[in-house]
């Protein structure tokens, strides 16, 4: 696989997984009626297929780099959708838009931000 394809193959993935988690959170609501949570389900299934199988196939690739990335990749999704909600959410891409915008004044911005943390939480 060629670094284009690798990257939608990491995308699908990520992708995938940021739907099962929103889906999977949403099916055991009020929400849902009984044929849409017996679509949601089927769809989650599929959506876990899919995750799967590209997974998988990430793994047979001699690229071991572009398997971790997209692990790591997941389990910083997974860490945005557990800790904040869907508002926050939007906010962080909000500041992901902004650092496309103008990288050094996010990064001053940052740089000062955890300065003052670390300075307010010194034991």
Avoid: P
């Avoid at 995750?51 to 997941?74: A, G, M, P």
């Amino acid at each position: 696989m060629n670094e284009s394809v690798l990257q939608k193959v990491s995308g699908a993935i990520i992708s995938c997984f940021i739907a099962s988690q929103y889906l999977e959170s949403l099916k055991d609501t009020s929400i849902f009626k009984h044929s849409l949570k017996n679509k949601i389900n089927k769809c989650l299934s599929e959506l876990e297929e899919i995750e799967s199988n590209y997974f998988d196939k990430l793994d047979l690739l001699d690229e071991k780099t572009t398997h971790q990335i997209t692990s790591n990749s997941i389990e910083f999704i997974e860490w945005l959708l557990n800790d904040f909600n869907y508002h926050d959410v939007q906010k962080i891409k909000e500041l992901c838009f902004a650092y496309s915008i103008d990288s050094k004044r996010v990064n001053g911005i940052t740089k000062a931000i955890l300065k003052d943390y670390e300075k307010n939480n010194k034991r």
